[in-house]
């Protein structure tokens, strides 16, 4: 059990700067996972963090020690891998034994930890096939087991669900998340699934070209984007934005783009003060629109043309047009209305999000 | 429809497939029956009455037993294997350690090196005796195994790293990885767990490596002088055509008797051959 600290962390390959002055705290017995598009750093990261890459600059601590220049095998951690990495020459129970007889652990020792670790993961039976009598999710099931009888003070997870099929991806995510509780053992995560990432991590890194852009809980991230790459990043379908025109009329500020007028909230008109007159990106997640009924005030309201209706059973996602923006909103599943129809949607004002128009910062 | 399929077969696959089984096998074929043919068969004009070159009715073994008995045969079948096993044992271990590093390691030139390892292989033995004899003159090593046994090395370091090199590549980098994490030093990674996955690339670059020297006749012929020190190739040629004479019976025997060990060696081993040829690791 350990915290993990990355300061200033660095690396470049000879063209390339992968990753950029990342800084980070991970708690002791803390799930966390870094998230971003492919080629974001994510992965070069954590190969450091395994000491599988060397750091450029920068320091990484693990416990009270400094690792930078331990090699792999002397960090204490365990990672399981994208492609599983089982040692196709051996038995399931050689695989898994492998890390502890190279740590020269007693042989009875050995059978016991790989005998538990094979219970809690119901690979009792596999124990004496090769790697390739299994099928995916079970070649998973012993990388995760190799990592776990080792009782590391660190797991590393590179992609290790993205080989699996979306059934299995959900099923192999819960069970994931109910070994870290059990084992209460810190982890670090990769994966360039948001959905992954918000259900696992207990803080989730949100990286892009070698940044983090925002390190937070998953509903944290979700309801407060440090920016619009966060905000359009996390979250399926993901949030609407336009661009949008600040202006004062009568001492009411509204944010305008052609076919969407909306009156900005007191609350935001302090922080939208030094952007009068200037064009801002407006954020709308889907579920924050809905059709508009009675009750909802006219300033937060706006007509729309319905392009394409997605029932997805629980919910219906309406692809609709007003001016020249495309939306989507995520709408009640009761409601009935047709392709090519003008309805009239709300928003709620409480869940606006504002963003600069050039560093694309939270405002 | 069927008809036609079956016509089609037997002109594109069958016909096509028996001709050249025959011409592969039959000089083996030809060479195995002229090693037991009676001299009086062998040396018998061409047109004489019951004359039957495919096949004989008096098969004798006369001409292995003057081998054995008149000429070093066996010594040089010695010889030959005492040569083969330890030029490619060096050349295997050679080759397994450049062909790791070239494949894995991120060092300067690296590419540059591979490259240069290749080119030596492409000089031609012809041109690269001259050389060598000088060097094995200043070294004193002439007329001893050791002449070839360090020479052979030459186009079989490069011959073994390459096919290595290109093995390891299709290795999930992953695998050596993990076992880095696992507790393993990168040479304990490279020993316990690539090189047994790689046991199907290995065997062939040693059947291979041992073939080569085995049937290796430029630097033995150059290096090696007394009788008693040549290799099979060789000695067979040099000791069995006196003057303008070829003794065919016993040559036959040698040439038979010098390639079942290859051919032995390739039939043990024809599997992993296959794959250490083809790739490597799923899963």
Redo the contacts between chains.
């Keep these: 059990m350990a915290q993990v600290l990355m300061k200033d962390l660095n690396k470049k390959y000879d063209e390339v700067h992968a990753v950029k002055d990342v800084n980070l705290h991970i708690r002791d017995k803390e799930f966390i996972v870094l998230v971003g598009p492919s080629g974001c750093g994510k992965s070069t990261t954590l190969r450091m963090v395994a000491g599988l890459e060397e750091i450029t600059s920068g320091e990484i601590s693990i416990g009270d020690r400094i690792v930078n220049d331990l090699p792999p095998k002397d960090r204490d951690i365990a990672m399981v891998f994208q492609n599983y990495a089982l040692y196709p020459h051996m038995t399931v129970y050689d695989n898994m034994a492998f890390g502890l007889k190279m740590r020269k652990f007693p042989k009875p020792e050995i059978q016991k930890r790989v005998q538990d670790a094979a219970e809690i993961l119901g690979i009792q039976e596999l124990l004496k096939r090769k790697p390739r009598q299994l099928s995916g999710g079970q070649r998973q099931r012993v990388a995760v087991g190799r990592a776990i009888v080792r009782h590391p003070q660190v797991f590393l997870f590179d992609e290790p669900l993205s080989n699996l099929d979306a059934k299995l991806r959900v099923q192999m995510r819960v069970e994931l998340k109910r070994l870290h509780d059990r084992l209460e053992t810190t982890a670090i995560y990769v994966t360039h699934d948001q959905v992954e990432a918000m259900t696992l991590g207990d803080r989730v890194v949100v990286m892009r070209d070698g940044w983090i852009q925002q390190v937070g809980e998953p509903l944290e991230l979700y309801s407060k984007p440090a920016n619009k790459f966060v905000a359009g990043f996390i979250g399926s379908p993901a949030m609407n934005f336009a661009d949008v025109t600040i202006a004062d009329a009568n001492g009411v500020v509204w944010a305008e783009t052609p076919g969407l007028k909306v009156r900005v909230p007191p609350a935001c008109l302090e922080r939208l003060r030094p952007y009068k007159g200037q064009h801002i990106t407006l954020g709308i997640r889907p579920e924050d629109l809905h059709l508009a009924g009675g009750a909802d005030p006219s300033e937060y309201t706006f007509d729309s043309t319905v392009e394409v209706v997605e029932p997805l059973g629980s919910e219906i996602l309406l692809d609709i047009k007003t001016g020249p923006n495309m939306m989507v909103a995520r709408v009640d599943p009761t409601v009935r209305v047709k392709v090519h129809e003008s309805i009239r949607l709300a928003l709620n004002p409480e869940r606006l999000h504002f963003f600069d128009m050039k560093t694309e910062a939270a405002i | 429809m069927v008809i036609e399929r079956r016509w089609k077969k037997w002109v594109f696959f069958y016909i096509p497939l028996t001709l050249f089984i025959i011409g592969t096998l039959f000089p083996f074929y030809w060479m195995f029956i002229t090693s037991i043919r009676p001299d009086a068969e062998l040396y018998r004009s061409w047109r004489a009455v019951n004359n039957a070159p495919f096949w004989t009715l008096h098969p004798t073994l006369d001409h292995f037993q003057d081998l054995m008995a008149k000429t070093t045969f066996p010594t040089w079948l010695w010889n030959t294997f005492f040569i083969a096993v330890a030029s490619t044992l060096i050349s295997l271990f050679c080759g397994l350690l450049a062909g790791y590093a070239l494949a894995r390691l991120r060092f300067p030139l690296a590419g540059t090196l591979g490259t240069s390892i290749f080119v030596t292989y492409l000089v031609p033995p012809t041109l690269l005796f001259i050389p060598l004899a000088d060097i094995i003159r200043n070294f004193q090593l002439g007329n001893t195994p050791w002449a070839l046994i360090l020479t052979y090395p030459t186009f079989l370091v490069p011959f073994c790293t390459w096919l290595l090199m290109g093995y390891f590549k299709t290795i999930?980098r992953?695998?050596e990885?993990?076992?880095?994490?696992?507790?393993?030093?990168?040479f304990?990674a490279m020993v316990r767990?690539i090189f047994?996955?790689a046991v199907p690339g290995i065997l062939s670059a040693g059947i291979f490596a041992f073939t080569l020297s085995w049937n290796e006749f430029i630097y033995a012929l150059v290096f090696l002088s007394s009788p008693e020190r040549k290799t099979v190739p060789v000695g067979v040629v040099s000791e069995l055509i006196r003057g303008d004479i070829y003794f065919w019976g016993q040559l036959m025997a040698g040439a038979l008797l010098g390639s079942v060990p290859v051919a032995l060696v390739y039939s043990f081993f024809v599997e992993y051959y296959v794959t250490g040829l083809t790739g490597s690791?799923?899963?």
Excluded at chain 2, 177 to 186: K, M, P, Q, T, V
Aim: include cysteine; charge should be neutral.
């Design positions: 999930p992953e695998l990885e993990c076992a880095r994490i696992d507790g393993a030093s990168r304990g767990i047994p996955i690791v799923k899963g």
